[in-house]
């Protein structure tokens, strides 16, 4: 059993960055692949960024390629997700989720998911 945690959401400007965290703990998260996913009001939730075990391996979805990045501390255990340029569009709730195996971009592949935390980005 992994439990999540996300923290760093809040309302920022356009342009602006926020830092979202996600603490994992229970069984060795470190052995997890991680991935951050959002929903919007009245959307399906989407893939944002995915990282693995160790962190050599990241993908992101398009959208907030070359803006939005993912990193982990096994240290600490804890996943992060810097997002910089933000624009009204990334206004959601983002939740992190962990799995046992390779990453992935597909939502159904995560077995742990914490509670999520609303970013806001204002024009």
């Known amino acids: 059993q992994v439990q999540l945690v996300e923290s760093g959401g809040g309302l920022v400007q356009a342009g602006g960055s926020l830092r979202l965290s996600c603490a994992a703990s229970?069984?060795?998260?470190?052995?997890?692949?991680m991935g951050w996913f959002r929903q919007a009001p009245g959307k399906e939730r989407e893939f944002v960024a995915t990282?693995?075990?160790?962190?050599?391996?990241?993908s992101y979805a398009d959208s907030v390629k070359g803006r939005f990045t993912i990193s982990r501390d096994n240290s600490l255990n804890t996943v992060f997700l810097q997002m910089n340029s933000l624009k009204p569009e990334d206004t959601a709730v983002y939740s992190c989720?962990?799995?046992?195996?390779?990453?992935?971009?597909?939502?159904?592949?995560?077995?742990?998911w914490g509670q999520g935390t609303q970013v806001t980005v204002s024009s």
């Open positions: 990282i693995s075990t160790n962190g050599p391996v990241r």
């Open positions: 229970g069984r060795t998260a470190s052995a997890y692949a």
């Open positions: 989720a962990a799995r046992q195996g390779l990453t992935s971009m597909i939502d159904s592949q995560y077995r742990y």
